[in-house]
């Protein structure tokens, strides 16, 4: 029986695919796990992205390949080939990375049906009728479809987590985790989201949820993880302007209106000028119809980023997943269809690797208290499905409190420390206080004083005076 036919440039576009897309790389894994590779080095990158996943559920990097090479291959002239291909394939751009794993997939299924029927075959010829049976069977069952379940063997895995724990420990900057840019929450978080989580962000109306949720997807992207604002209540130009605002720290109003003097227009060119090169590519922002949204539909846009801009955001904002459709028609009450939504969501945070933020209306008997859990409007289940789940709240109005503003003085930003002029500053604040609802994974029923400059779409935690800035 002749091999079947194989191409070497399908590993290289699968590998590379895998290497850059998460939902990829969960695609092939039962391929590639299956599959002998045609170099010992495509091997050795394919068990390092496998390893990576199995044990941290993050995708491979550069930084990951190049300590791995170091530690197994501590000889330069050993090591280089293997670091040649990483680079490679890192760089490269595959046209169809599932067509590639179309053919590798029909390839795998090809030798081991062959090895199959030889192995068949030779215990025919020893009269072995029930082996036989038995090799045809497990050909059969050794499917290369992607398992639908993840599956630890608890005490004699105990040790390899261990170490898994100890190296993401040891290495933070290799691993996926996304701050909010609110010093308090983030520490709440041990350091922020985490891939395949989602949150969520009550407020009654006026609050400020959809501002918070710009500073939560500014704050990622300004730490270079990519960003996607799905903006589900009004239009994609609106929702720029009020990033535009957050970024630049100039009045939403001023771009509204464009009443720019012209030593604030020189200002904000500096800044473009400067922020050019690094936000380029990092950040997009989609709007859609009211109620035309559903899971589906945002998985299409996702795909669409990815073909035509490269692109492949890590962390998503949804404005607001109440908007959103279910795609089960035979849900008849609204409660359902909204679980089921938020079920979707969970779902495609999980399976394609992002941080979801959705904003959730709360009820108006929410408006003079802290707004917890259980102010998930109509469906509950939402609480039940979330991650974590933060409110927006105005302690001034409670009953019996004076409304207060404070002066925001300083001209430094954690995330921006470049020095801005004055004439961007010097607004009236208001206080908000945040409050940490739920936390699946940590501490929860945290309050969090906040200063909130609505004006410039700016929300900050509330610094105690002569307090520095990291």
């Not at 992002?354 to 289940?381: H, L, N, R």
Request: contains cysteine.
């Amino acid at each position: 029986m002749s091999d079947p036919e194989f191409d070497i440039e399908w590993e290289n576009d699968v590998l590379s695919a895998a290497l850059r897309d998460e939902s990829f790389l969960k695609s092939a894994l039962r391929v590639c796990d299956s599959h002998h590779f045609g170099t010992i080095q495509h091997a050795w990158i394919w068990k390092v992205t496998a390893d990576t996943w199995n044990k941290y559920r993050e995708k491979c990097n550069g930084k990951i390949i190049a300590a791995r090479a170091r530690d197994e291959f501590p000889d330069a002239d050993k090591r280089k080939p293997y670091v040649q291909l990483a680079l490679k394939l890192l760089k490269k751009k595959p046209e169809t990375p599932k067509s590639a794993l179309e053919q590798l997939t029909k390839f795998v299924r090809t030798v081991n049906l062959q090895l199959a029927l030889e192995n068949s075959a030779d215990h025919l010829e020893k009269g072995a009728i029930d082996e036989a049976e038995q090799a045809i069977s497990v050909a059969s069952r050794n499917s290369v479809a992607p398992r639908e379940y993840t599956h630890i063997r608890w005490i004699e895995e105990f040790e390899e987590r261990q170490g898994a724990r100890k190296y993401e420990h040891d290495h933070p900057d290799e691993f996926t985790v996304i701050p909010t840019g609110i010093k308090r929450l983030d520490k709440a978080l041990g350091g922020g989201c985490r891939i395949g989580e989602i949150g969520l962000i009550l407020g009654s109306t006026g609050r400020g949820k959809s501002v918070l949720m710009t500073n939560f997807v500014h704050a990622g992207v300004s730490r270079m993880f990519p960003g996607c604002y799905f903006a589900l209540e009004m239009p994609a130009r609106q929702v720029a302007t009020r990033h535009d605002a957050r970024w630049s720290k100039f009045e939403y109003n001023k771009f509204k209106t464009f009443g720019f003097n012209p030593a604030e227009l020189r200002e904000l060119n500096t800044r473009y000028k400067r922020s050019m090169k690094r936000f380029a590519n990092m950040f997009h922002i989609l709007s859609m119809p009211v109620r035309t949204a559903d899971i589906k539909k945002l998985r299409a846009a996702l795909n669409d980023l990815a073909e035509e801009y490269d692109f492949r955001p890590k962390i998503i904002g949804i404005d607001s997943g109440d908007h959103m459709r279910s795609t089960d028609r035979t849900l008849d009450q609204f409660r359902l269809q909204q679980a089921d939504v938020y079920w979707q969501l969970k779902a495609l945070a999980e399976e394609d690797g992002y941080v979801i933020w959705s904003t959730v209306q709360a009820g108006k008997e929410w408006a003079f208290q802290i707004a917890t859990s259980e102010a998930t409007s109509e469906s509950y289940d939402k609480a039940r499905i979330a991650d974590l789940i933060v409110s927006i709240n105005d302690p001034n109005a409670r009953p019996g409190r004076k409304r207060k503003a404070v002066i925001s003085t300083d001209a430094d930003d954690e995330d921006e420390p470049e020095e801005v002029d004055e004439y961007a500053y010097g607004k009236k604040s208001q206080k908000l206080e945040l409050y940490l609802a739920k936390y699946r994974d940590g501490e929860s029923k945290v309050k969090i004083d906040l200063d909130a400059d609505l004006s410039r779409m700016l929300i900050r935690e509330e610094r105690n005076e002569g307090e520095d800035v990291e």
